[in-house]
């Protein structure tokens, strides 16, 4: 099965700076699916940006990017002039489309957002 | 579009008594997932459906959990008889089978057994 790590528990960062969160996976697939989710204290579960893995440019939203680099395996999330709302726990995802679109999720990422 | 719709947002039971958590998918998506959060092991998904057919429940912790899925806009997840160790958020999400599927998620019911 495919894994997803999340290898920083917490994160910090001051308002209006820039912050990257990591995500590496593990996959023998060439074809697949990453996104960022962000979970705020009220708890819902929000898609911040995804990416396919056919598509060599990376993704951005807004003042979210990622970078995703397909042969290291690695699905890192830019959040740049980051704001007191972007406060929020933030997990990668992995999709893959041949066992039974099965999603994997990593185990999170705690950003705090200092004023 | 409502999104996806659970209930109930909070369940305080004791233990031995049936719960029941409902989850109306986004209209015109044909998988939908249920998942329990906690604090110690993070998101674990529970079971999964595509086209109201389980797919997957080796997530299943045991025979006391249970879901059915009789149509496309309705699912229930049930736990019976209830334990302490139940405690949890519960994520019902539903994504449409095609592109890049992302899910979309419910506000998920928090549930508390004493």
């Known amino acids: 099965a495919q894994t997803v790590t999340q290898s920083q528990p917490e994160m910090s960062v001051q308002e209006a700076e820039t912050v990257t969160l990591s995500c590496t996976y593990d996959?023998?697939?060439?074809?697949?699916?990453l996104f960022w989710y962000k979970q705020p204290p009220s708890r819902q579960m929000i898609l911040v940006i995804r990416q396919e893995a056919y598509k060599q440019q990376n993704a951005t939203e807004n003042r979210f990017s990622v970078n995703f680099q397909k042969a290291a395996k690695s699905f890192s999330l830019k959040i740049s002039d980051s704001q007191l709302g972007d406060a929020a726990m933030y997990f990668c995802?992995?999709?893959?489309?041949?066992?039974?679109?099965?999603?994997?999720f990593g185990t999170g990422t705690s950003l705090t957002v200092i004023p | 579009d409502a999104g996806v719709i659970q209930s109930p947002r909070h369940e305080v039971t004791e233990m031995g008594q049936e719960v029941t958590l409902r989850c109306k998918p986004i209209s015109g998506h044909n998988s939908l997932f249920w998942y329990r959060q906690t604090m110690m092991r993070g998101l674990e998904l529970l079971i999964y459906f595509n086209n109201n057919v389980p797919i997957d429940d080796s997530g299943m912790p045991e025979d006391r959990f249970s879901a059915k899925m009789p149509n496309a806009s309705f699912s229930t997840l049930k736990i019976q008889p209830s334990e302490p160790r139940d405690s949890a958020v519960y994520f019902c999400?539903?994504?449409?089978?095609?592109?890049?599927?992302?899910?979309?998620f419910g506000e998920g019911s928090r549930l508390t057994v004493l």
């Open positions: 996959t023998s697939e060439s074809d697949y699916y």
């Open positions: 995802a992995y999709r893959s489309p041949n066992t039974g679109n099965q999603f994997y």
């Open positions: 999400a539903s994504r449409y089978r095609g592109g890049s599927g992302e899910l979309f």
